[in-house]
């Protein structure tokens, strides 16, 4: 149990990387807030799971793209279980397009719910981390899109891009208070969002990952909980979990 009585907020958690990680947060002792945007129905589920686990949890819903919800996300948390300590900022929509064909809403949507969303999250929550001097943990998932780019993902990629600069930033200036903030940037998930690609596209991919197999949304839960529940050392660092698909 080695996040026993700490509260962590997970948002997008209704489904794939979220679910994953409210429920490993929850195995290891976690309170779990379950974000949701518009499927109450698969948050549910998200908790059902995070109950089944031995761990409890609330589901809230809230658009991270206003910060008013997400204000209110964090006072659900507050009045819940009394703090937040964990803060997992996974929420992310595509509207994939080329860049000639791109509407002004395909970038604009993406850039508000995946970058200033995960900004509007760290806003609301600083308070309630600052106040506690055990510190705390920001955990931002990024992609590895975000490393590389991605042929018609240019808000994505900017946005995920985004991300890395944000978490950077703020390690800096969180360090003093022992809040450590790191990203993680997954590969190639199996996720609804791959499953749609097309089956060629799927090979063309895993021909290029070393470990030959697309990544789980357990891989990565396991990482956030590693970054949570130790790691103390690290901070301002993004960590691809990605079958080394891209090396530096």
Known sequence: MLLKDKTAVVTGASRGIGRAVAIELAKNGANVIINYSG???????TLAAVEAAGGRGIVVQANVAEMQSCEQLIKAALDNFGKVDILINNAGITRDNIAARMKAEEWQSVLDTNLTGA???IKAAMRPLLKQKSGGR?????SVVGLVGGIGQTNYAAAKAGIIGLTKSLARELAGRNITVNAV??????????????EDLKATIMSQVPLGRMGTPEDIAETV?????GASYITGQVIAVDGGLVMH
């Open 119 to 121: 900004f509007n999250c």
């Open 225 to 229: 909980v590693f970054l949570c529940a």
């Open 39 to 45: 499927n109450e129905a698969a948050a549910l589920e």
């Open 138 to 142: 920001i955990i931002n998932i990024s």
């Open 185 to 198: 940037a997954p590969g190639y998930i199996d996720t609804e969002m791959t499953a749609v690609l097309p």
